[in-house]
């Protein structure tokens, strides 16, 4: 009996012992659940607000300013720092313009009255892109808007890359074009947004640099208008653009082309000055006059694009060409009539050709210069 009791009185602190350790692992087990439970509802929160904060803020980007009122005006100054290259065989040019946009959304009113730099995927803009460019344009500026207090944005932005554009070169070298850059707001069309001209810097819609990068090229005036991008009938996408006519300088193809060309042919003609006793002299002159030709018609052909239809250069080429054919074949009948005793009908020719051929040569001349 007595060993009995002894035992139970030794196990007794083994007792309180697991008793104690159920009460930690119950009130463990309590404080878990309710921690959890916490956790959780904090969470469910912070999404919820995240939710809410993505779903204003896909708003805020997806709808435009006064969508409700009617259309969107947007200001817009387009300067063009530069004209790099214009390419005739590619139909394109290589520019460098800047553009400013300006429009108001209220929702960016500040009350604290400062002025915030806000990444542009942030706040609805009009998407603007360049619709004629050919290949990669780069972007110079950083993507983000200037918000001031009143909710006035303010986005600018430089684009530089190739441009396509279309040229009638059928009065090349003596022609003008007039260049095209198309800006258009991706998705909108004019009854949503309006584009005008911005005035606030007293430059109304821009400007274009006063010295340019392309020698060959004269500018005679520019315009920038708001006008809408429509590729085809049926759509009309809200848009602007910056054009500029520009005048070849026709100098350089003087004295590469023309001059060259007109030194042939004046070769060619010296062959009826030559005796008619020198026939291979006079066969000479005038099949190394073709040559010539035919060579400097290689190189005229690298500066123009396969067209379908002639230009005055090739006119000018071909009727150059002529004379210098006609040369030839009036020195080979001259050598025929003298061969075969006729020298009096030879002669004859002979002066002929020298008063006929400089006047076709200079009427050639200035139909090429007066059209």
């Known amino acids: 009996m007595l060993f009995l009791v002894l035992s139970g009185l030794s196990s007794f602190p083994s007792v309180l012992l697991s008793a104690d350790n159920t009460v930690e692992d119950n009130v463990a087990a309590v404080t878990h659940k309710t921690v959890e439970k916490a956790v959780s509802s904090a969470i469910e929160k912070t999404l919820e607000k995240s939710a809410a904060e993505a779903a204003a803020q896909a708003a805020l980007t997806a709808k435009r300013p006064g969508e409700r009122k009617g259309s969107t005006t947007v200001h817009f100054v387009v300067f063009v720092v530069d004209i790099d290259n214009i390419d005739d065989a590619d139909q394109s040019f290589t520019t460098n313009v800047y553009i400013r946009l300006r429009w108001q959304d209220k929702r960016l009113m500040d009350p604290k009255g400062s002025t915030r730099q806000i990444p542009l995927s942030e706040v609805w803009n009009p998407r603007v892109l360049l619709a004629n460019q050919t290949g990669i344009v780069t972007k110079s500026l950083p993507e983000v808007v200037t ?221 090429f210069f007066l059209g």
Not at 201 to 215: K, M, Y
Not at 347 to 363: G, H, I, S, Y
């Open 147 to 367: 918000v001031r207090p009143d909710g006035t944005v303010i986005y600018h932005q430089r684009y530089t890359g190739k441009l396509s554009q279309p040229l009638n070169l059928s009065q090349f070298p003596m022609d003008q074009h007039v260049f095209t850059i198309q800006f258009v707001a991706v998705g909108y069309d004019v009854d949503e947004l309006e584009f005008l001209p911005d005035t606030e810097r007293n430059i109304t819609g821009g400007s274009i640099a006063s010295a340019l990068s392309v020698p060959d090229w004269k500018l005679l005036k520019y315009e920038i208008l708001p006008l809408p991008y429509q590729p085809i009938e049926e759509i009309k996408a809200a848009g602007f653009v910056f054009r500029f006519e520009a005048q070849r300088y026709v100098a350089y193809y003087l004295y590469q082309v023309v001059f060259p060309l007109a030194v042939v042919v004046i070769m060619s003609l010296a062959s009826f000055w030559i005796g008619r006793e020198h026939v291979g002299i006079r066969v000479g002159v005038a099949t190394s006059s073709i040559l010539t030709l035919i060579a400097q018609r290689f190189v005229l052909a690298s500066l123009l694009p396969r067209l379908p239809y002639m230009t005055r250069m090739d006119y000018f080429t071909v009727g150059s060409t002529v004379l210098v054919f006609l040369a030839l074949i009036i020195v080979v009948l001259v050598s025929f009539l003298s061969s075969r005793s006729h020298d009096k009908v030879a002669r004859v020719v002979d002066l002929v050709a020298r008063l006929v051929f400089p006047l076709a040569l200079l009427t050639l001349l200035g139909w």
